[in-house]
């Protein structure tokens, strides 16, 4: 089970990481796509000035046997979304962290990054579903 | 729940376990696609011993088929199969069933897992004693044994394999131990289904796996015998059949020989082939998976639902099996996905054939 100690997570299973200049890269973690199987559809939200809450659904995965929203892990809007992504959604079972990011949002409240789970925290929260 | 007995070979192998119709069965091993592709290009092994057997014999096991299941049974020479459908007297489908003839006076009827119990009452209860019913279940495992290479591999355990025809069964010695091998199945491609008894099973199945490893074999899960069965337009039971939907409305025609007044159902299965008013189309849809359950919209108006939909490994697109209203498809088709009308073309069933692709 990957868990990189450089991010932050929910425990929705997303994974957050602070990049400079105020935005942030989410995707879904590793956990979340074992859980999902091969995942086969990926919807991805628009590039825009529309403010999306922190616990919104804003993107959804489907995997052969079921679908998954994906919940925003902070506020805030859509900057860039991968556009690879839909072509090839096993990217997201193969490189969770890697190719399979999902959006690049900025955030508008600091202070929810701090809400956000520790590598560490999230491992114990992971371990204890099990 | 209750467990095959080949259940601690999946769990030893790393299977994901999950609850069907009361048993804990594998749902995959090394994931959907790669295990749906495996039976397509090489062969795969799946358990199947949580279905269901039960054997008629005596001189009125004939009759009792002939009254109680929707083919013509009298039409099976011994060693020899035939899929059918158990009717009830609304010509409803009580389950839909693989009989298998093993001599003149035995026939095995292979049932879903989920409707055994139900089956083998029904049959048992509409029997009028006129032969003898038993339940096998808990006696067979049953292996399945599917794709191209198929009969190269279990010709490699059962040299009887190689010359047995398509919906053809025989008793054979299997390591040295009675079997019977059918040639039939549930995934579009060739193959075979193996009953033997259950102290055997894992033996069987290992020896399989073995002699299967130059061929690419895989143990299959639940998952992709689902999206295998699905492109092939295989009905399952609960989705494309139930005890209110007509054989006529879901293309299974062919199955029901209207000539035994004495079949259960014969009229309102007669009433229903003149105008059945439902039909099944096969569904293409863009985004996102349309699953059963979701409405299907003809120029915004409903006329049928989903009865099965998932992703098609071989098509790499959504395929859904929907059940409408007769007449009523036109050119501006949508699939409510939770809550949005995602756009759908109707297209012919089977979604797969084997040695090409359709649709």
Redesign the interface.
């Known amino acids: 089970m990957e868990i990189p100690s450089n991010l932050r997570y929910t425990k929705e299973h997303e994974w957050v990481r602070v990049d400079d200049g105020g935005t942030v890269t989410i995707g879904i973690t590793d956990y979340a796509q074992k859980q999902l ?2 995942i ?2 990926v ?1 991805l939200p628009e590039v825009g000035d529309t403010l999306i809450s922190k616990d919104e659904p804003f993107a ?1 995965v ?4 079921a ?1 998954s929203d994906i919940f925003a892990p902070v506020t805030g809007t859509v900057k860039e979304v991968n556009d690879e992504l839909p072509n090839s959604p096993e990217a997201m079972n193969e490189e969770p962290y890697g190719d399979g990011w999902l959006v690049i949002m900025e955030l508008v409240h600091k202070h929810e990054l701090d809400e956000l789970l520790s590598a560490v925290d999230y491992e114990a929260y992971v371990n204890e579903l099990a | 729940m209750n467990k095959t007995p080949l259940h601690a070979c999946h769990v030893a192998a790393g299977a ?1 376990m999950v609850e069907f119709a009361g048993w804990d069965m594998p ?2 091993y090394s ?4 295990e749906h592709r495996a039976v397509r290009e090489n062969v795969g092994l799946f358990d199947v011993s949580h279905m269901g057997e039960v054997e008629l014999t005596g001189a009125g096991a004939e009759s009792v088929c002939c009254r109680l299941f929707a083919n013509d049974a009298a039409k099976l020479a011994p060693g020899k199969a035939q899929y059918s459908l158990i009717p009830n007297d609304e010509g409803g489908v009580v389950d839909d069933i693989i009989v298998y003839r093993l001599a003149e006076e035995r026939f095995l009827v292979c049932v879903n897992a989920s409707n055994a119990a139900k089956d083998f009452e029904w049959i048992r209860d509409r029997s009028a004693d006129e032969c003898t019913v038993v339940d096998r279940s808990n006696e067979f495992a049953l292996i399945a044994v599917q794709g191209p290479k198929a009969e190269n591999l279990l010709g490699r355990l059962v040299p009887a394999a190689t010359d047995l025809a398509r919906f053809s069964c025989a008793e054979v010695m299997v390591s040295g131990h009675e079997a019977i091998i059918a040639r039939t199945g549930y995934t579009g491609e060739d193959g075979f289904e193996l009953f033997v008894e259950a102290a055997r099973a894992s033996q069987v199945w290992n020896e399989l796996l073995e002699h299967g490893d130059p061929l690419g074999v895989r143990p299959i899960g639940l ?1 992709a015998r689902d ?1 295998l069965r699905l492109e092939a337009a295989l009905p399952l039971y609960g989705h494309e059949l139930d005890d209110s939907i007509s054989p006529f409305e879901v293309g299974l025609d062919w199955v029901v020989k209207l000539n035994r007044p004495q079949m259960t159902g014969y009229e309102a299965l007669a009433r229903a082939k003149k105008s059945p008013s439902r039909a099944l189309i096969g569904l293409l849809v863009d ?3 349309a699953r059963e359950g979701c409405s299907v919209l003809a120029s915004g108006i409903r006329i049928g639902v989903v009865t099965s939909g ?2 098609s490994p071989t098509l790499g697109r ?1 395929v859904a099996i929907a059940l409408v209203d007769r007449g009523a498809v036109t050119d501006d088709l949508a699939v409510d996905v ?1 809550g949005k009308a995602r756009p759908a073309k109707a297209t012919d069933l089977p979604f797969y054939v084997r040695g090409g692709s359709t649709g």
């Open positions: 199987g091969d086969v559809f919807e959804f489907e995997s052969v046997k679908v | 994901r749902v995959q994931g959907v696609v790669d998952g999206t985004k996102g998976i998932t992703h959504a939770r």
